[in-house]
């Protein structure tokens, strides 16, 4: 398998649930991301990684904790979130982690909180 | 400040029509990077073309050329003889601040090619 994965593509929740998001890039990046994508709103960068350490946090609230036991796998544990959460999470990568890096995506996850 | 406007919202042309998407983008930094992605239905962004900010080389790739001018900040992008299968969001980006991570998106403008 080749590129950036992502699951589930589809995850509905309540809002006392609690559920991960994974990701995984095969392309021997070092850098690893996530964005949230909300309807008519430019993509957000929420969580960066480089070499296995957390080195961006954009305020993001504490319901979402990003987890990357290595630089293939990154993950996003998600509890008691909110309705205006609901939007297509998704995960990039790049080689390095400077600006000038291509970042690589991957199909996103859609999740709906009820 | 960084910005990044895509002031097209939504576009719609008939199939083999020409179409140029729009981008300017607004930076003080002299060293920057421009980014096209494509986002079809499926949702995975779809990398397209960097630039840096030393090259103002229009570029061609098959269907698609980008015509990058410094002087009026903009990255304008083109498809040519559009195909239904063109049909998707695309994003213009820009990074810059040397060692920061930061992808600034356009709001993105959403191609639709009629059959």
């Known amino acids: 398998e080749t590129g950036v994965t992502q699951t589930p593509r589809h995850l509905v929740m309540g809002m006392t649930n609690k559920k991960s998001l994974k990701c995984e890039q095969h392309?021997?990046?070092?850098?690893m991301y996530w964005y949230k994508q909300s309807a008519k709103k430019p993509l957000e960068l929420m969580f960066v990684?480089?070499?296995?350490?957390?080195?961006e946090n954009n305020s993001v609230p504490s319901r979402f904790s990003p987890e990357c036991p290595n630089s293939s796998h990154l993950f996003l544990h998600l509890h008691t979130l909110q309705p205006e959460d609901s939007a297509l999470y998704l995960c990039?990568?790049?080689?390095?982690?400077?600006?000038?890096?291509?970042?690589?995506f991957g199909p996103g996850t859609r999740l709906l909180v009820l | 400040a960084q910005k990044v406007t895509q002031a097209q919202t939504e576009i719609s042309v008939v199939e083999k029509e020409d179409v140029t998407l729009d981008c300017v983008y607004e930076?003080?930094?002299?060293?920057?990077?421009l980014f096209w992605y494509k986002q079809p239905p499926s949702g995975e962004l779809v990398f397209l073309i960097r630039?840096?900010?030393?090259?103002?080389q229009n570029e061609i790739s098959g269907r698609y050329s980008w015509n990058f001018q410094k002087s009026t900040s903009s990255f304008n992008f083109t498809i040519t003889a559009s195909q239904v299968v063109d049909s998707a969001v695309y994003f213009c980006?820009?990074?810059?601040?040397?060692?920061?991570?930061?992808?600034?998106f356009g709001t993105g403008t959403r191609l639709k090619v009629l059959a």
């Open positions: 990039a990568s790049s080689q390095g982690g400077a600006s000038q890096e291509t970042q690589y």
């Open positions: 392309l021997g990046h070092n850098a």
């Open positions: 990684y480089n070499f296995k350490e957390q080195t």
């Open positions: 930076t003080r930094d002299t060293t920057y990077y």
């Open positions: 630039r840096n900010s030393f090259d103002e």
């Open positions: 980006a820009l990074s810059a601040d040397e060692g920061t991570y930061k992808y600034i």
